[in-house]
């Protein structure tokens, strides 16, 4: 209410201020010809005006708000990954039937140039998960996720996931499957349906999870060249990998 009035009363203030200077012209020139052709050739260039301010010029300073935002994300994106994402991933794999084809998805090409994003990509979207409920340790999962399920909430109240669709879904996801996961105190005489139910709730989020990976590899190679060398160093899918420089 207070900002309305204030933009009203701006506008009259303007309003007025305008009119005020023409009749002062007026006063002092006599001339009202010479008024009405400058408010003639002001009103032409309008449109004009109009059209660099609202289309030009707004729209670089919207891209340039939307890249801040983008850079604020990432910066939430990257501390989810080193608290919390990459070790998930890790656990993540030790529950997939075919772990060895899923990281060769990923450590297929050994460059990492812009078309070998496209072709990793393109593997991943159509990898076909395999979650085995007996393969992976869900009660060391569980204590993992239950350990972080105050910084995912943390994160989920963040203004700028707003940007990013994709990224809050991957947080529902993990957050949903802590949630499937806390509620359960046994996991070694779980009916065969529970099971199923639990390895689906797996495989939404690690889906998500691998897919999310990828895109921020990408976003450090070209931004931070010297985050993504850590980062590739202690790739999840490399069961070889080392941060020791070789």
């Given at each position: 209410m207070k900002s309305s009035r204030w933009l009203v009363l701006l506008s009259v203030t303007l309003f007025l201020l305008t009119a005020g200077l023409y009749v002062l012209h007026f006063i002092v020139?006599?001339?009202?010809?010479?008024?009405?052709?400058?408010?003639?050739?002001?009103?032409?260039f309008l449109p004009v005006?109009?059209?660099l301010v609202s289309l030009?010029?707004?729209?670089?300073?919207?891209s340039r708000e939307q890249r801040v935002k983008l850079d604020k994300l990432n910066m939430v994106i990257g501390t989810f990954f080193s608290e919390a994402g990459s070790d998930l991933l890790r656990l993540f794999l030790r529950f997939e039937k075919d772990a060895a084809a899923l990281s060769g998805a990923v450590l297929q090409e050994r460059d990492w140039a812009k078309k070998d994003f496209r072709r990793r990509l393109a593997r991943l979207q159509d990898y076909r998960y395999a979650i085995d409920f007996t393969?992976?340790?869900?009660?060391?999962?569980?204590a993992f996720l239950a350990a972080r399920?105050?910084?995912?909430?943390?994160?989920?109240?963040?203004?700028?996931?707003?940007?990013h669709d994709k990224f809050t879904d991957l947080l529902w996801a993990v957050f949903h499957l802590t949630d499937e996961l806390v509620h359960r105190s046994d996991f070694s005489s779980l009916p065969d349906a529970d099971q199923k139910h639990l390895a689906q709730d797996l495989h939404r989020a690690f889906r998500l999870l691998t897919l999310e990976w990828l895109a921020y590899m990408q976003h450090l190679k070209s931004a931070y060249p010297y985050l993504f060398s850590l980062a590739i160093r202690t790739n999840p899918f490399d069961p070889a990998a080392s941060p020791v420089i070789r």
């Open positions: 020139f006599r001339d009202v010809r010479h008024i009405f052709i400058y408010m003639l050739g002001d009103l032409a005006e109009v059209l030009i010029i707004n729209r670089l300073l919207h393969r992976g340790d869900w009660p060391e999962l569980k399920r105050e910084f995912l909430l943390s994160l989920l109240g963040n203004p700028n996931l707003l940007e």
